[in-house]
């Protein structure tokens, strides 16, 4: 995804030295009249906690954040703590959200839009790390990129 | 040792129609005297990211220049964004850090290396030039080359800190006030009045 984004010429990648900061830089590109989204991942979402909480939830900010759902499984259980706990954690931070595991997913993405946009608050995509390709020639599904 | 008044007053002399993103006792002192109170955002109610929010601004219009007034207590917090915006390399911006050696509105604790010189680490994150000043006659001379020049630039002041015996105030008023001054500033900067009420101070 990030070789994509990079490869994107109507999309200017921002690399941040940590997650914290990717909020506060979205919302002054938002002021500046931007359309900022973030790409994190879950456990970068935790460490950006106070940010999440000041220049998004506080000062109501549209803003689409794409969560690396590190660690999770469709079996259920998984020893990676950063996805035990990202569900709660956007449950306690009254945060909406959509999780993507796979192509068929996809039309959440633009639900997480008109969302953001009508609830003026951050919503989180949390995109399963195996996240898989659907292959429309034969109905199958194989797994992705991680 | 520069006092926050003369800083500041220096600074809004020469700060022409820029964008100024304050944050902590700089506040305090801005508001007092800011020419552009619609092009100012003072960051309160969250921790250190002054700097990241001016990046964002100075990103999103680069025909403006963005200064930033931070803190060597929310940088050292924010470290970081340092190299973040010597990556992004804004050629509008201007970083000046207010350096006191303390907490001030904690109480007056010591931050941890008092003697970190934040325009050599700036310099050394790769900022197109930096400037430390301890006088406010040669920080008011040098001040509209410097606004002037392509940034970003680091200038760091130094100043006498004070504790803050008061703290800072945390009422429904206080903090709606940075959410309408972010609004203010979009609807200044774009010509559209299209962000609604959202969280809990609108």
Partial sequence: ???????????????VAREGEAIPVAAGLFVAGQNPVISIQNAGLYEAGDALRGLALGIGLPLVMFIGYRGHNRKGDTPDSAATFLEPYLHMWRVDYFVVESDEDLDRVP?????????????????????????????AVQGGPQ | ??????????????????????????????????????LDIGIANAMSKA??????????????????LDADGSLLMNFGSLATIAGMAPENLYHFVFNNGIYSVTGGQAVPAPGVEYAKAAEACGYASVYRFDDVESLDSSLSEILSSPGPVLIEIMVKG??????????????????????????????ADDWGPGGPYL
């Fill in chain 1, 1 to 15: 995804m990030y070789q994509a984004l990079m490869d994107e010429p109507s999309i200017t990648l921002v690399p």
């Fill in chain 1, 111 to 139: 639900l997480a839009f008109e969302l953001a946009a009508k609830t003026n608050q951050p919503v989180a995509v949390a995109i399963g790390t195996e996240y898989a390709k659907s292959d429309k020639a034969t109905g």
């Fill in chain 2, 1 to 38: 040792m520069i006092t926050y008044t003369d800083a500041c007053r220096v600074i809004n002399d020469s700060r022409d129609e820029s964008v100024v993103v304050t944050t902590m006792t700089q506040t305090k002192y801005w508001y007092q005297i800011s020419k552009h109170p619609d």
């Fill in chain 2, 51 to 68: 700097s990241s929010v001016a990046l964002g601004v100075a990103l999103g219009k680069p025909e403006r220049s963005v200064i930033c």
């Fill in chain 2, 162 to 191: 004070q504790p803050q015996a008061e703290g800072i105030d945390q009422t429904w008023e206080s903090n709606a006030k940075m959410p309408l001054q972010l609004r203010t500033l979009r609807k200044r900067l774009t010509g």
